[in-house]
């Protein structure tokens, strides 16, 4: 077939054809024909093409006619929208098929392509090295670019708080005092975390028997020890006469305390063993001031104490432990004397005539208790350093407790029942004393004033504040008792200690014991 003067369209029918139906289709939709030139043009070619051949005119009009009947429906359903299909495919309809081919494009990495056959296989080009990367911390110091405060980078340089550096391997642990990953003590044994809060140690009701006295011992100036109380003083009750009294008195004279050691333990159990104490039936020989490390630990977190642990017979000894100390500065010493001549003013002294002041006040002058008591399901013999004593009328004997701290101010209030009143009454109350004087004093050392409290309305007076609760402090005591009862072993030694981070108890393996509890052991055999 000659198509040579001959125009196609791409959908296989002559201009004319297509004019003649478009046509038609505007006349049913009611819109004007378009006339143009290239229209007019390309029917006169097609009428000269259909007269050659009338067969290929007819087929060519009745394939118009449907196609001119789709082209309506396609108008309807597109709402008179005409959508062209602008595509990279050709379309051609042969009548009853159609079929689509793709335009022929060139293969970029064909073998056709000369320009991608003759580039090489290996590039003239030298690999690119990268710069080391720089890692800008807080600890570098330098400007911008670093890290903040913060996980972003703000470029202000370093931070005013740095960061901890270099971090350690977590190994399951964080950081913080919660999550404190030390150096592990190899001697460590067991460790008693701090788990239960406030509120739950508050539901426990855990019963204190009422001390009873057993024994006693008096300690003479040269450090022998009496089973009697020879060194026991009697309070005066009218100290408030002696407000204003200078407690500097007598410093020059005065003869600090001496360490020691298990010696004063040995006194302990010297007396015990004199007065036929039986043993069978206790849990912790001990002094008083273990007792009160334990119980104070339940809110005051911030200092360490140790102890050592020695259980024998199924009683578990308790040797008191005394920490390393800076040495004491000048105002430290008369810090320290001004409570022991606040002792020697508020006790009956009948060496001393009245008016005269203050001198020779030996620290290591003193009278000691041997108490039993029972604190949970734990029997307890303790021994206690008493202060003084008084008598009710009907000449029944009681102790009293005499303390001295510096007045009281706005600043200072807080913190005084907060700590020095929990530490007063756990002495107290665990001894069974029911009176607490207090001296206050100036800056000087000046007496200010006194005043008289009794152990069981303290509770009550720093409950209302929400400071802390003695029910509390006995419930941990027990919590730490129980745990170190079942701990220990036979003829084994430990200390139990109280130490940085300050969130646990530690008790660590020890391989000596003191000499005075192997011997207390021969004696009772």
Not at 2 to 28: K, M, V
Not at 162 to 173: C, L, V
Not at 346 to 371: F, K, Q, W
């Amino acid at each position: 077939m000659d198509c040579a003067g001959r125009s196609l369209n791409l959908f296989g029918e002559s201009d004319e054809e297509i004019a003649n139906n478009s046509d038609g289709e505007e006349e049913q939709n009611g819109v004007a024909p378009r006339q143009n030139s290239s229209s007019g043009s390309s029917s006169s070619s097609s009428g000269a093409s259909s007269q050659a051949s009338s067969s290929g005119s007819s087929s060519s009009s009745s394939r118009g006619g449907s196609s001119s009947s789709e082209a309506e429906e396609e108008n309807d359903e597109n709402n008179g929208e005409v959508r062209s299909n602008d595509n990279h495919y050709g379309f051609v309809d042969d009548g009853d098929s159609r079929q689509y081919f793709e335009k022929d494009e060139k293969d970029l990495f064909g073998s056709d392509n000369e320009d991608y056959v003759k580039i090489s296989a290996q590039s003239p080009y030298s690999v690119p090295v990268l710069p080391p990367l720089r890692i800008m911390s807080n600890n570098t110091g330098g400007g911008g670019g670093g890290f903040g405060r913060g996980r972003w980078q703000n470029g202000r340089g370093q931070g005013l708080l740095s960061r901890p550096g270099p971090y350690p391997q977590r190994g399951n642990y964080g950081y913080g005092q919660k999550f404190f990953n030390g150096p592990r003590d190899e001697r460590l044994v067991a460790e008693l975390k701090f788990t239960k809060s406030e509120e739950t140690l508050a539901r426990k009701a855990i019963a204190f028997q009422e001390p009873c006295e057993l024994a006693c011992f008096s300690r003479a100036e040269g450090g022998y020890a009496y089973f009697d109380d020879r060194n026991l003083r009697l309070f005066k009750r009218l100290i408030t006469e002696d407000v204003g009294a200078d407690l500097n008195d007598g410093f020059d004279t005065f003869v600090e305390k001496k360490d020691l050691g298990s010696q004063g333990f040995g006194d302990l159990l010297a007396a015990i063993r004199d007065k036929n104490v039986p043993l069978q039936n206790m849990h912790f020989v001990t002094y008083r001031n273990n007792l009160n490390k334990i119980l104070a630990t339940a809110y005051i977190r911030h200092e360490p104490w140790e102890m050592g642990v020695h259980k024998r017979n199924g009683v578990v000894y308790l040797d008191v432990h005394k920490l390393p100390e800076r040495p004491l500065s000048e105002l430290d010493r008369r810090r320290c004397y001004w409570g022991y001549c606040f002792e020697a003013l508020a006790t009956e002294d009948p060496r001393r005539a009245d008016g005269e002041a203050i001198h020779h006040v030996d620290a290591n002058v003193e009278y000691c208790s041997v108490l039993k008591t029972k604190l949970g399901a734990h029997r307890i013999l303790m021994g206690a350093e008493m202060d003084c004593c008084d008598s009710t009328d009907d000449g029944r004997r009681f102790y009293v407790e005499l303390k001295t701290t510096r007045e009281l101010d706005y600043r200072s209030e807080e913190r005084y029942e907060r700590e020095k009143l929990l530490k007063f009454w756990i002495q107290s109350f665990l001894a069974g004393v029911p009176y607490i004087v207090i001296g206050f004093r100036d800056d000087s050392g000046r007496l200010v004033r006194t005043e008289r409290l009794r152990t069981k309305d303290i509770t009550h007076r720093v409950k209302m504040k929400g400071y802390w609760q003695g029910g509390v402090c006995l419930a941990f005591a027990d919590e730490v008792l129980c745990w170190l009862y079942g701990t220990v072993k036979e003829n084994e030694d430990y200390i139990l200690q109280f130490a940085h981070p300050f969130t646990r108890l530690e008790l660590l393996q020890d391989q000596t014991c003191p000499d005075v509890i192997s011997y207390h052991l021969e004696q009772l055999h």
